[in-house]
């Protein structure tokens, strides 16, 4: 069928198979661009399927030829309906590691549940034996307690005082002032349940006691600061206690792993726009200016740059470089003094009437579509796609 975007503020309820595959062969061309990377060789992905994980996946499969498992929740296709984005990512990157010979299969379900972790071993087991990454990218707004079945909700709001700033509406370009309401004791606690890194140890002990990590295995998960000028909303807002805990819980994941030289590390990511990002009040103002700034200091990167550089520049090298809270910075060009000085200048400044020129909101915008494979050069969205489209190695 003739597939076209369908767009409901943040969200995009269709998807394009074509599309989605071509971004996803874009990523591989790049990490095929760059020298091999002496890194993992059998790779656990959970959150697999789009932004940082997906890009994750990318880099271990076609930057050191590694076998990857990738978990995620992605809606399948059903006749006259398009599947989710992940969903079209995943089978776009299954059939090109495919053809290459490199082993990849997907489990699509919950990965909070005790079945999925569960279903993933017996994986493992029968099929790699024992991993040497485990790649923890899981970005979810909801999420059902294994232990008790409750359903807990993550929030994005201040701590302590309601926060006003201006943020923008993508499609229409407006710029106008939100006010969000501080979060209660119980929003902080559910996020921190949601986002927080409960579920990250639980993976980890699963797969330690069922004896299928190497010695010297590693895992990452993935975390955000940025700038002074979001961290009402997200660092020192509710999102941000939940990173806290994330944070905190590597040394725990690190300590459980002493008899096997495990290490368990958090990597502090670039801001980006993902399905998450575009979520998050004042963050996509943020990101449609601090793009303009990066690129024209010639230091914008995408997740597969990013995580690419997480790889070769960081995390296979013989002594890892961390700041002294013990985190990975992949976002030190964000974060860079004369980056931040112009955005900061750009955002008192920043109008309906201004953005177009001071901002990168085309970027924005062209990037927000691309997560769903729509606006993908080369690309003809006139010729009918099989919205079908299935991934080729799925549990
Ligand atoms: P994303 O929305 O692109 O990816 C989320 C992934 O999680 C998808 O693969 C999705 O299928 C999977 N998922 C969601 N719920 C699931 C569930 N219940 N079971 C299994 N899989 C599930 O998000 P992203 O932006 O790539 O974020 C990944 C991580 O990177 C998050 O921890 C996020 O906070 C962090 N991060 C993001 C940014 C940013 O700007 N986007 C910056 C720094 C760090
Ligand atoms: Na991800």
Redesign the pocket.
């Given at each position: 069928m003739i597939i076209e975007p369908r767009t409901r503020g943040f969200i995009c309820t269709t998807a394009h198979p074509v599309g989605c595959a071509e971004n996803v062969k874009n990523q591989i061309d790049y990490i095929k661009s760059k020298k091999t990377i002496n890194g993992p060789k059998k790779v656990l992905v959970?959150?697999?399927?789009?932004?940082?994980?997906?890009a994750s996946r990318i880099t271990s499969a076609f930057g050191s030829h590694a076998a990857t498992i990738g978990?995620?929740?992605?809606k399948p296709p059903a006749e006259g309906k398009t599947a989710s984005a992940?969903w079209y990512n995943t089978a776009g990157f299954e059939t090109a590691a495919h053809k290459e010979g490199i082993y990849a299969k997907s489990i699509n379900?919950?990965?909070?549940s005790n079945d999925?972790k569960r279903e993933t071993i017996e994986l493992i087991k029968k099929d790699l034996g024992k991993i040497d990454l485990l790649i923890y990218?899981?970005?979810?707004p909801v999420?059902t307690h294994p232990d008790n079945g409750k359903r807990f909700r993550s929030t994005l709001k201040p701590i302590g005082a309601s926060y006003t700033n201006k943020t923008v509406d993508f499609h229409t370009g407006n710029v106008n002032e939100v006010s969000i309401e501080p979060g209660t004791d119980e929003d902080i606690e559910n996020t921190v349940t949601v986002?927080g890194g409960d579920d990250w140890q639980r993976w980890v002990s699963a797969l330690q006691e069922a004896d299928v990590l190497t010695k010297d295995f590693k895992t990452v998960?993935?975390?955000?600061i940025g700038p002074e000028l979001t961290e009402p909303v997200y660092r020192k807002g509710t999102i941000g206690r939940a990173?806290d805990d994330l944070e905190k819980t590597a040394f725990t994941i690190t300590d459980a792993l002493k008899d096997i030289d495990g290490k368990a590390y958090v990597s502090?990511?670039?801001?980006?726009?993902?399905?998450?990002?575009s979520a998050i009040p004042v963050i996509p103002l943020y990101i449609s200016l601090l793009y303009k700034v990066m690129k024209a200091e010639g230091l914008q990167e995408g997740?597969i740059e990013q995580i690419h550089r997480l790889f070769n520049d960081r995390l296979y090298l013989d002594e890892i470089p961390t700041d002294e809270e013990g985190r990975i910075r992949i976002?030190d060009w964000e974060m860079k003094a004369n980056i931040q000085e112009q955005v900061a200048k750009l955002w008192e400044e920043a109008t309906t009437e201004t953005l177009p020129k001071i901002g990168d909101l085309d970027g924005y915008t062209t990037e927000f579509y691309n997560l769903f494979g729509f606006r993908v050069p080369n690309v003809d969205y006139t010729k009918e796609a099989d919205e079908m489209t299935g991934i080729p190695s799925i549990t």
């Open positions: 959970i959150g697999a399927s789009t932004g940082f994980g997906l978990v995620f929740f992605e992940g379900g919950d990965a909070f999925i990218s899981l970005a979810s999420r986002m998960a993935y975390s955000y990173k502090v990511n670039k801001a980006l726009v993902t399905q998450s990002s997740c976002d």
